[in-house]
């Protein structure tokens, strides 16, 4: 029997696992798996669809539709697409319909709160570079280059003060890479942080 509370969850079960004495990252994902209903497929909403072809062609890398195989990946999906490609091409995966109703609060309805928001969000950002400059692209490489160069002169020299500006260079170097992939994945990070947002005012359900 799960133990009570303070402030009930919201999750429709009580996640399996959860009061094992050993936690993991691996732990949590087994849990997930046998209470998402993704028959080890990947789930999206109401639908299971393999990946297993695409999963090396997957523009966010391999890693992480590998890690989530057997759960509803539902939320993730909809964070880090604001586009309707994504969308689009989810027929080609498409295996059948959930056996179970999700295992989750949030609901996703074209007419509601995050799809609302997802299309305006997507109008406003139409047309907009998500590229870097020529100059930006080569200011940044020049910081990186600056960084190497001079940790490798405070090295050979066991030179402090060339040794702290090197690591200067790198936290510049570092910036300029988060700005540069703020602008890439502008509409994911929007998206992103008003779901985040939704999920800490305690959005129970999302329509």
């Known amino acids: 029997m799960a133990p009570k509370e303070m402030f009930p969850s919201t999750i429709p079960k009580y996640p399996s696992l959860r009061d094992v004495s050993y936690k993991s990252p691996t732990v949590w994902l087994k849990g997930k798996q046998m209470d998402d209903g993704a028959e080890g497929l ?21 890693d992480w539709l590998t890690l989530t195989k057997g759960t509803d990946i539902t939320e993730a999906f909809e964070c880090h697409h604001i586009s309707v490609t994504a969308s689009l091409l989810l027929k080609h995966f498409h295996v059948r319909r959930a056996t179970s109703p999700r295992n989750s609060p949030y609901t996703f309805h074209e007419d509601g709160f995050y799809k609302t928001l997802q299309r305006r969000a997507r109008e406003q950002l139409k047309g907009k570079s998500t590229t870097g400059t020529l100059g930006a692209l080569a200011l940044s490489d020049f910081f990186c280059g600056a960084t190497l160069a001079l940790a490798v002169v405070a090295a050979s020299k066991s030179c402090y003060l060339t040794g702290m500006l090197s690591g200067f260079f790198l936290a510049i170097t570092i910036i300029a890479d988060i700005i540069s992939s703020i602008r890439k994945t502008t509409s994911e990070c929007i998206t992103s942080t008003f779901l985040s947002c939704l999920r800490k005012i305690g959005g129970s359900v999302m329509h």
């Open 42 to 62: 990947w789930r999206i909403h109401d639908d299971l669809y393999d990946f297993s072809n695409w999963v090396r062609n997957h523009p966010g890398g391999s």
